[in-house]
């Protein structure tokens, strides 16, 4: 990727398309060795990955110094949760199981501090600027809400969950599925309507590639714990003969 010094989130919101990594595993050193790939950014899952707050000095500190932007999942839509990720380090939060519009207002105001938020000051690794706040569409009734929660200030962007959202639509984890996709489609129109960027997860390029080519604009390509996985599976195959 090309440097720029212009902070992440003001190239999020300018309409730039970038491309990310997934930790699980909570390791500096993995941390490392995926943002010095040429990512974007890092994101750290403390939803449903090995990290917690403990871990994101040292992770934080690992992805910025190999020039990818820090940000993390967040266990839950609270500013407790929100506000913690960002006085550790993360230059933006993603934001799991937003079903409403009056909660995404809630989740910005917990990115802002006052008069625009009610975030709370401190943090000394806080990064400078508004942070990205990017919720996620994970439900049938989140979709429902969406255009009004593209509507509330300080809501960069939206980050489909596509496992869950196939769970509750009740149909398989599938990009070309019958169901899936209108429902993957509904959010990109809608999001390229409101001018705000959309991303997607992915644990491969050919499928993050298949969501770029349909606007995605904050784009996931590798997660650590499928990698490792994936290239196991090839060495053992290979070596094996």
């Known amino acids: 990727m090309p440097v720029t010094n212009t902070p992440f989130a003001d190239r999020v919101r300018g309409g730039e398309t970038v491309y990310g990594g997934w930790?699980?595993?909570?390791?500096?050193?993995?941390?490392?060795?995926?943002?010095?790939?040429?990512?974007d950014y890092?994101?750290?899952?403390?939803q449903h990955g090995q990290a917690t707050e403990h871990d994101l000095p040292a992770m934080t500190t690992a992805i910025r110094l190999a020039g990818a932007a820090p940000l993390a999942r967040v266990r839950h839509a609270h500013m407790a949760d929100i506000g913690r990720a960002l006085d550790l380090g993360c230059e933006g939060v993603i934001v799991p199981n937003v079903e409403s519009a009056d909660q995404a207002r809630e989740v910005a105001g917990a990115c802002l501090f006052p008069p625009d938020?009610?975030?709370?000051?401190?943090?000394?690794?806080?990064p400078a600027g508004p942070p990205l706040c990017i919720v996620m569409v994970e439900s049938a009734h989140a979709m429902t809400q969406?255009?009004?929660?593209?509507r509330q200030p300080g809501v960069d962007g939206i980050y489909v969950g596509p496992r869950y959202l196939s769970y509750s639509l009740?149909?398989?984890?599938?990009?070309?599925?019958?169901?899936?996709?209108?429902a993957l489609e509904k959010i990109w129109t809608a999001c390229a309507a409101a001018g705000k960027p959309v991303g997607v997860h992915a644990m491969?390029?050919?499928?993050?590639?298949l969501f770029k080519d349909n606007g995605c604009r904050l784009v996931t390509v590798i997660a650590d714990s499928a990698a490792l996985s994936r290239a196991a599976v090839a060495g053992l195959a290979a070596a094996a003969g």
């Open 170 to 182: 009740g149909c398989p984890l599938d990009p070309h599925d019958p169901v899936l996709r209108p």
């Open 42 to 46: 890092v994101a750290i899952d403390l």
């Open 146 to 150: 969406l255009p009004a929660t593209l």
């Open 117 to 126: 938020g009610y975030r709370s000051a401190g943090g000394v690794l806080a």
């Open 204 to 209: 491969d390029g050919e499928t993050a590639r």
């Open 23 to 39: 930790l699980a595993i909570a390791s500096p050193i993995s941390a490392r060795a995926i943002a010095a790939s040429g990512l």
